[in-house]
């Protein structure tokens, strides 16, 4: 059974996020009821070297039969494509097609596909619609929604981009089926982030599931990459443009985990590992600094736990990742700033000096 949640915003840009089995083959289908679908003929799917080859055909397929004139485009696969090389060469390839401005691009992957060609939409003749299609637990239960999009510079992960909503979102979870574990503990890693930040009821529903959702489970799946789509719309649709501070609880656990991520040498972890790392960091660091709700750390490690994301394992000194955090996008006025949990479905983002830093980390790394 297929479900359909709504990310609403203003200037008639809502758009439908539809998740279930099998919703892949109805794309062309579901496209043709999106308002700003209705004058495509030309689309544009981009994917990856390890996607295309197992979704990409039954994509094409689906939207041919809605009329649509599907061409293609394939990334190498991982983070080290997420350049503006690699948008230019999609660029290229979208302008030596001849589409214009009636054109749409279709994002089939992962969230490196979803950022790089969102990002080409978002720029492409100053911007047509694209259409998300997640093949990652992350992608489905993150980044395929919300309309953040980017590019990789050298000196920085995701530091050109721009704000580009989709204009539908397909999550089709049998593409799942497929995943490494290794992605699939990533996913997990967001999902625990967006059930520690949301509510009780996402939270111990999650505590109860948790097990299961590691175990693959079917139906535990579907209901979490629901809940996180429902949680997400509703951040999103409160602070699209993340000015007025709400959309930063989706940076909990993130802090840390970047500078981990980054000290360990990209790829040693899955960001979503890092980022139960950084979770658990974040309660000794709440703890330290006002406190948190008393059984609050112990049900949080719990749920890490269960989710088999464990405390990670890396030789780096807390003037690395000390280094690392200063060097952060959401550092202001030169203090590195933390999404701070105080108990389940509450938080709030705050600088934190750096001696509490320190002191937080010289004992977190023993
Ligand atoms: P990814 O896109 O690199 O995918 C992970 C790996 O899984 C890749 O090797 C990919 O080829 C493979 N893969 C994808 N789907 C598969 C499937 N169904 N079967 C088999 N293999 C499959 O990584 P990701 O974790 O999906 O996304 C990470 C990216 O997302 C980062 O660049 C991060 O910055 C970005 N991100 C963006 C947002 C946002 O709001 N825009 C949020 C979180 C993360
Ligand atoms: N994944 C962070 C955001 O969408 O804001």
Redesign the pocket.
């Known amino acids: 059974m297929a479900t359909k949640i709504i990310v609403e915003l203003p200037g008639a840009r809502d758009y439908a996020v539809r998740i279930g089995e099998g919703v892949i083959d109805a794309l062309g289908t579901s496209l043709r009821d999106v308002p700003s679908f209705e004058r495509v003929r030309d689309v544009l799917v981009v994917t ?4 295309g080859p ?2 990409l055909a039954r994509t094409k397929q689906a939207l041919a039969q809605a009329g649509f004139k599907p061409a293609d485009v394939t990334l190498p ?3 080290d494509a ?1 350049t503006l090389a690699v948008a230019g060469e999609v660029w290229s390839a979208m302008a030596q097609l001849a589409l214009g401005r009636d054109c749409a691009v279709i994002a089939l ?7 790089l060609a ?1 990002f080409v939409a978002a720029s492409y003749l100053r911007g047509v619609p694209v259409a998300q299609v ?3 637990l ?2 489905m239960v ?2 395929s ?2 309309g ?3 590019v ?1 510079l050298p000196e920085g ?2 530091l050109v981009g721009a704000f580009h909503q989709p204009s539908f979102v397909c999550a089709d979870v049998s ?6 574990d290794r ?1 699939w503990r ?2 997990c890693g ?1 999902i625990a982030k967006s059930a520690v930040i949301d509510s009780d009821d996402f939270f111990f529903w999650m505590l109860d599931h948790a097990h299961d959702l590691a175990g693959r489970d079917t139906a535990v799946t579907a209901e979490a990459i629901q809940r996180c789509v429902v949680f997400k719309a509703q951040v999103v649709a409160r602070d699209e443009h993340e000015t007025s501070g709400v959309r930063e609880c ?1 940076n909990y656990g993130h802090t840390l985990g970047h500078a981990v991520e980054t000290a360990s040498g990209f790829g040693t972890f ?3 590992e890092a980022v139960a790392e950084g979770m658990r960091f974040a309660v000794e660091l709440a703890q330290a600094q006002g406190g948190v709700a008393e059984g609050f750390a112990e049900a949080q490690a719990e749920l890490l736990d269960a989710l088999a994301l464990p405390r990670l394992s890396y030789d780096a000194t807390a003037d690395d990742l000390m280094g690392i955090m200063k060097r952060d996008k959401k550092v202001r006025g030169g203090q590195v700033r933390f999404v701070l949990a105080r108990d389940v479905g509450q938080w709030e983002a705050t600088p934190v000096s750096d001696d509490v830093v320190r002191a937080g980390l010289a004992s977190w790394l023993g």
Request: proline share 4%.
């Open positions: 990856d070297s390890n996607v197992l979704y696969a991982g983070e997420k992957g992962g969230g490196v596909v979803g950022d969102g997640p093949t990652t992350l992608a993150d980044s929604v919300g953040k999009t980017a990789n992960k995701n593409t799942l089926a497929t995943l490494p992605e990533c996913g967001e989706l899955s960001h979503g």
